[in-house]
């Protein structure tokens, strides 16, 4: 996948890492445990010239169709086998049915965070992605087709990304972010939204309801994958936009019900697979 791992031997999928290289030390929440070369190399990424956020051709939309179902099939197999993966709260989605909607969830794995989604919601999903995303090796060309929407640089293509937003919602389907920004692998805890409420003007210009999903963390009862963690997910919501609140007033109340959704359930994590010490807080060495 072209990353570069901070982490000593922190590739997600391998087995028996010695507990002593399963920790991060970081200075801020902002801090990137992981990074792509061109994140590594402080290289500006933006998007291809003439970008299509929304396909104009029927045969491109077809064949998005068609991929985004070879992807939601692998999905299934991949959550409910490979991470056990289980999920709650999804009965709460019919509160939107006929509507779009827009689920926030924390950031914990760049895999499943591409897959669970899709098994978390009750229709199609189009997720916000970093323009950078497009240059992963293999799978980054593809991720426009499955659903991902990169975030524009320019002033066009920062408006033509906000249309394609509001039209897919107005499709009814559901739109995917994750506010903490930065992928932390296996955090069981939920960290500050670095873009405050920003991101949930979504849901408040459209006037259509917010969820969450939450990702924890738990022992596996066979050890066929070593200690990696299972996974349980949970849906809440829905948390609807006031009418008689104000733009500024929707979005900061949207966003606090969002984060203390996630901070509530990750109260269920039972299993610390790595350890996040902040520098200022790091335990001191045994003599």
């Known amino acids: ?11 997600l999928f391998q087995k028996d ?12 929440e902002t801090d990137d445990p992981i990074k792509t070369d061109e994140q590594e190399k402080k290289i500006e990424v933006g998007l291809p010239e003439g970008y299509e956020f929304i396909p104009k051709h029927w045969w491109t939309r077809v064949y998005s169709a068609v991929l985004f179902r070879i992807f939601w099939i692998f999905g299934q197999w991949y ?11 999804r009965e709460k989605l019919k509160e939107a049915r006929g509507k779009g909607y827009v689920i926030y969830a924390n950031h914990t794995n760049p895999f499943h965070d591409v897959f ?27 991720l426009p087709y499955i659903g991902g929407l ?10 033509a990304f906000n249309a ?4 897919r919602l107005a499709q009814k389907k559901v739109l995917v ?10 955090y069981t805890g939920i960290r500050k939204f670095p873009a405050g409420d920003k991101s949930f003007k979504y849901a408040e210009r459209n006037g259509l309801p917010v969820y969450t999903m939450t990702t924890t963390y738990h022992r596996r009862k066979d050890k066929k994958k070593g200690d990696l963690p299972r996974m349980e997910v949970y ?38 697979y790595f350890e996040y010490i902040k520098k200022t807080e790091e335990k001191p060495k045994k003599q």
């Not at 996948?1 to 590739?11: D, L, N, Q, V």
């Not at 989604?117 to 980054?140: E, M, Q, Y």
């Not at 394609?164 to 039209?167: N, R």
């Not at 609807?240 to 994590?269: F, H, I």
Request: hydrophobic share 35%; glycine share 6%; with cysteine.
């Open 1 to 11: 996948m072209c990353y570069t791992y901070i982490m000593a031997k922190a590739e």
């Open 17 to 28: 890492i010695p507990k002593k290289e399963r920790v991060f030390y970081y200075e801020s």
């Open 79 to 89: 959550e409910r086998h490979y991470w056990q993966a289980k999920f709650y709260g």
């Open 116 to 142: 669970g989604p899709a098994l978390a919601a009750d229709r199609r999903i189009f997720t916000i992605i970093s323009p950078v995303n497009l240059k992963i090796p293999g799978i980054g060309k593809f």
């Open 150 to 159: 990169p975030l524009g640089k320019t002033a066009e293509e920062k408006k």
């Open 164 to 167: 394609a937003v509001d039209k």
């Open 177 to 186: 972010v994750y506010p903490e920004a930065h992928v932390w692998p296996y």
């Open 235 to 272: 849906v809440d919501g829905p948390f609807w936009p006031d009418k008689g609140l104000s733009s500024e007033e929707n979005r900061a109340m949207l966003a606090r019900k969002a984060y203390d959704s996630m901070v509530k359930y990750s109260q269920k994590n039972t299993y610390e």
